[in-house]
């Protein structure tokens, strides 16, 4: 599936229809280049899950952790995380948290270590608009998937 997304305000809108939808446990993996958007589609997706404060990349920190009203979303970077490095992140205890949500930029730092069951969400440039293309590995990744598209 694809979307055209013509302005920041539609990445955000398109990350707070799927932050809505998130339930503990779901995983978004983002992909993009520099600039395509994935850090403004994480800003949505907190917003989705009831979180009101400041979204920024964690490409410096690594990760940040959004608490929202109803779910937390974890929101990681790996775009300087080296393979072989991914051991030392945690992933597994913010993967296994009970009340949380996971979202990756740069997920291919870390090689194949993804649950099957997720949303693969890709950004590009388009002159002025962006493409967001998914990919669903599983049924709540379908679900996702279709549900955002499906209320565009």
Same mark, same amino acid.
């Given at each position: 599936?694809?979307?055209?997304?013509?302005?920041?305000?539609?990445?955000?809108?398109?990350?707070?229809?799927?932050?809505?939808?998130?339930?503990?446990?779901?995983?978004?993996?983002?992909?993009?280049?520099?600039?395509?958007?994935?850090?403004?589609?994480?800003?949505?997706?907190?917003?989705?899950?009831?979180?009101?404060?400041?979204?920024?990349?964690?490409?410096?920190?690594?990760?940040?952790?959004?608490?929202?009203?109803? =779910? !937390? @979303?974890? /929101?990681?970077?790996?775009? &300087?995380? #080296?393979?072989?490095?991914?051991?030392?992140?945690?992933?597994?205890? $913010?993967?296994?948290?009970?009340?949380?949500?996971?979202?990756?930029?740069?997920?291919?730092?870390?090689?194949?270590?993804?649950?099957?069951?997720?949303?693969? =969400? !890709? @950004?590009? /440039?388009?002159?002025?608009? &962006?493409? #967001?293309?998914?990919?669903?590995?599983?049924?709540?990744?379908?679900? $996702?998937?279709?549900?955002?598209?499906?209320?565009?």
């Amino acid at each position: 599936m694809r979307l055209t997304l013509r302005s920041e305000a539609e990445t955000i809108a398109l990350g707070a229809r799927l932050g809505r939808r998130l339930k503990a446990g779901d995983l978004i993996l983002l992909r993009g280049e520099l600039g395509a958007g994935k850090t403004t589609l994480a800003r949505g997706l907190a917003l989705g899950v009831g979180y009101r404060g400041r979204v920024s990349s964690p490409t410096f920190a690594l990760a940040h952790r959004y608490k929202g009203k109803r =779910l !937390t @979303l974890h /929101h990681l970077d790996l775009y &300087r995380v #080296a393979k072989g490095e991914d051991s030392e992140l945690g992933l597994d205890e $913010l993967l296994a948290d009970p009340r949380a949500a996971v979202v990756v930029e740069w997920p291919d730092a870390v090689g194949g270590v993804w649950p099957k069951d997720r949303l693969e =969400l !890709t @950004l590009a /440039h388009a002159h002025t608009q &962006r493409k #967001a293309s998914f990919k669903a590995t599983g049924p709540r990744g379908a679900y $996702l998937s279709t549900q955002c598209v499906r209320t565009q």
